[in-house]
């Protein structure tokens, strides 16, 4: 069983950074994609970022392309989230994942969640 917790949250002015990590226990990390996924009030839960198992290849939302990066490290496994020019559009609560499916972009294809981190973004 992974269990995973996120940390890193808060509150930021628009055009500030924040810096995300997830921390991994429980499991080979280094087998696992790992995934970033957002969920503001009322809307569904979204893709953000994923990165493979090599930290080699990424893919990013367009919303977030530019701004984000994520990045891993399998011997302290965890994975983090820098987050640049932040918007008030992406205040929401941010969650990490780990799956077995390629660069998987679906919250379906993700076994294990953290339990989330709050980011807002205020004007």
């Known amino acids: 069983q992974v269990q995973l917790v996120e940390s890193g949250g808060g509150l930021v002015q628009a055009g500030g950074s924040l810096r995300l990590s997830c921390a991994a226990s429980g499991g080979t990390f280094s087998s696992y994609f790992m995934g970033w996924f957002r969920q503001a009030p009322g809307k569904e839960r979204e893709f953000v970022a994923v990165?493979?198992?090599?930290?080699?290849?990424?893919i990013y939302a367009d919303s977030v392309k530019g701004r984000f990066t994520i990045s891993r490290d399998n011997v302290k496994a965890t994975m983090s989230l820098q987050m640049n020019s932040l918007k008030p559009e992406d205040t929401a609560v941010y969650y990490c994942?780990?799956?077995?499916?390629?660069?998987?972009?679906?919250?379906?294809?993700?076994?294990?969640w953290g339990q989330g981190t709050q980011v807002t973004v205020s004007l």
């Open positions: 990165i493979d198992r090599s930290a080699i290849s990424t």
């Open positions: 994942a780990v799956g077995s499916f390629i660069l998987a972009t679906t919250p379906r294809a993700y076994p294990y």
